[in-house]
């Protein structure tokens, strides 16, 4: 066989290899256009509440199957800021059950999808800072010296993103005279589209008595025995307090002892009349005095009320005392 024959067959042979090939290769290309491909990414928000496929991933394939897949819902987003999570699994399932069966899907990308909405989220220490500061421009009246929260506020999650939200605070009495709560109106486009409240407890500058030593019941307070101190109470001072000097102790008082209003009372004047006492029963009536005898059933001091029983009658009648000693009948 000469070498020209042999060349011949040679490029035969080589056409029909590459002709061979290039069928190969249109057939894979004709396989792969029926294939659909979805990247699936790691996470995504987005703007409608129900994440479709199409919404949290990228598909790409025939065109009559991208958009048939592109529709198909995948769950739904209860409340703003919640989190779903997606995984390869539902999104093959939800094909399936579309007419779409997993030999003719090939996934890549993220194993799950973390899937968001958008949104805008004010949190809770916005809206304490704001209430604060709302309370620095507007200081309550009277000896207010503290704020302390007793309560703050939830985080805010908005639907969308929003440019034009305004927060107006506004204060709200409280049925508790030592406490306060100012809500705060969130506005957009000039509606409220939501509310948050923040409640404080004042605390006012205050005093209190201690005793320096040891107070034995019937001693009247004094410089000497006891000292005034600057505090914070959680409520107002009366507008009459005074340090009780000039009062006397009830009881027996340790030394650094903080001194109530129910410790100490004032020094009750002597006693006039006592128990089984004769007195003058006196009665003025216009000029004209009227007087008796009569002993006392009680002990009285100046402006008391005591029992006083007539020697005459031996009735028991209702008698002032006055400071002279005599007793004047109550009708």
């Known amino acids: 066989m000469s070498g020209r024959t042999i060349g011949i067959i040679i490029i035969g042979c080589l056409l029909v290899s590459a002709g061979s090939l290039w069928a190969g290769g249109r057939a894979d290309e004709k396989a792969k256009d029926h294939l659909l491909r979805i990247y699936l990414p790691r996470e995504v928000a987005i703007e409608s509440n129900v994440p479709s496929l199409g919404q949290i991933g990228i598909i790409r394939g025939e065109e009559s199957l991208v958009a048939k897949a592109s529709k198909i819902v995948l769950g739904r987003i209860s409340v703003p800021g919640q989190q779903v999570t997606i995984d390869r699994v539902v999104v093959l399932s939800r094909l399936a059950s579309n007419g779409i069966p997993a030999s003719r899907v090939k996934l890549t990308g993220a194993e799950k999808i973390r899937v968001r909405q958008k949104g805008q989220i004010i949190r809770g220490?916005?809206?304490?800072?704001?209430?604060?500061?709302?309370?620095?421009?507007?200081?309550?009246?009277?000896?207010?010296?503290?704020?302390?929260?007793?309560?703050?506020?939830?985080?805010?999650?908005?639907?969308?993103?929003?440019?034009?939200i305004k927060l107006l605070p506004?204060?709200?009495?409280?049925?508790?005279?030592?406490?306060?709560?100012?809500?705060?109106?969130?506005?957009?486009?000039?509606?409220?589209?939501?509310?948050?409240?923040?409640?404080?407890?004042?605390?006012?500058n205050s005093h209190r008595v201690v005793t320096l030593v040891e107070v034995p019941a019937g001693a009247v307070i004094s410089p000497?025995?006891?000292?005034?101190?600057?505090?914070?109470?959680?409520?107002?001072?009366?507008?009459?307090?005074?340090?009780?000097?000039?009062f006397v102790a009830k009881r027996r008082l340790l030394a650094n002892t903080v001194i109530r209003s129910n410790m100490v009372g004032p020094v009750k004047p002597p006693i006039v009349v006592k128990r089984n006492q004769n007195v003058v029963i006196r009665i003025d009536a216009g000029g004209l005095v009227v007087t008796a005898m009569g002993r006392s059933v009680e002990e009285g001091r100046a402006g008391e009320y005591i029992r006083v029983r007539n020697v005459d009658s031996?009735?028991?009648?209702?008698?002032?005392?006055n400071e002279d000693g005599t007793v004047e009948p109550v009708f």
């Open 224 to 246: 000497e025995n006891v000292k005034v101190e600057k505090t914070v109470s959680n409520y107002p001072e009366p507008a009459n307090w005074a340090v009780p000097y000039g």
């Open 314 to 321: 031996q009735r028991i009648i209702l008698a002032k005392v």
């Open 125 to 164: 220490g916005e809206f304490v800072d704001l209430a604060r500061s709302f309370f620095d421009r507007n200081p309550p009246a009277g000896s207010i010296c503290q704020l302390e929260m007793i309560r703050g506020s939830k985080d805010l999650i908005l639907e969308g993103a929003r440019k034009d």
């Open 170 to 204: 506004r204060l709200v009495r409280s049925a508790v005279p030592n406490q306060a709560r100012v809500q705060i109106a969130v506005i957009a486009g000039g509606k409220e589209i939501g509310r948050r409240e923040v409640s404080f407890r004042f605390k006012y």
